[in-house]
């Protein structure tokens, strides 16, 4: 396999630094773990991760083009994600001040929602143009690489996501006060917009 793959050892390796690093999907994991318990974060995060793995598989066909060749449609997916980021940030931060053992099911992301945020993210769509043209290779074994390439970004992402939901549901003990859970709201509300503007800044 690595043989004929070569690129893909060097592959996981990208594909663990881009999941386990801080970026809005693990700040929203890591707040809904921590708000609604360690269940809540799993369709979020199988969201996430399905939606990226199938963007790379889609890119891998071509279908990511148009954002290299329009880019006035690459501007408009970002400020389209940078908005809902916001609105998700301002829900957070202004999240009422109870304890964690209260919170509403209902305020949750959500599997859906993780998942459409991937797709209007042009960072997660340049992800994936990236992941194929670098490490995809050419030839007549191409697209069977694009679909490992997908599976194995699927399957480290998975892991990755859990470690913040891991971390959320361990700050969990000390969120029982009202006043303990309305610092994490907005600490974590001001983290994500922190990481929605300035990515749109940087």
């Known amino acids: ?30 707040s809904n773990s921590a708000r609604f318990g360690l269940a809540a974060a799993v369709p979020i995060i199988v969201g ?46 202004r999240a009422p001040a109870v304890g964690v053992t209260t919170q509403k099911a209902e305020e949750r992301l959500g599997l859906l929602g993780a998942a459409s945020l991937q797709w209007i993210n042009p960072k997660t769509w340049m992800m994936a143009l990236a992941v194929v043209s670098v490490f995809a290779g050419v030839g007549e074994d191409r697209f069977a690489h694009v679909m490992y390439l997908s599976l194995a970004f699927f399957l480290i992402s998975l892991p990755c996501l859990g470690v913040w939901a891991l971390l ?35």
């Open 1 to 30: 396999m690595l043989s004929s793959f070569p690129t893909l050892l060097p592959f996981l390796l990208f594909a663990f630094v881009a999941s386990i690093t801080p970026g809005p999907t693990n700040i929203l994991v890591l």
């Open 168 to 202: 959320g549901a361990g700050t969990s003990r000390w969120l029982r006060s009202p006043h303990a859970m309305q610092r994490f709201n907005r600490c974590m509300g001001l983290l994500l917009l922190g990481s929605a503007w300035l990515s749109v800044l940087a």
């Open 48 to 93: 996430a991760c399905a939606s990226a793995a199938l963007l790379v598989l889609l890119v891998g066909t071509g279908a990511g083009s148009s954002l290299t060749q329009w880019p006035l449609l690459q501007t408009l997916m970002q400020w389209a994600g940078v908005a809902w980021l916001t609105y998700l940030a301002w829900q957070i931060f």
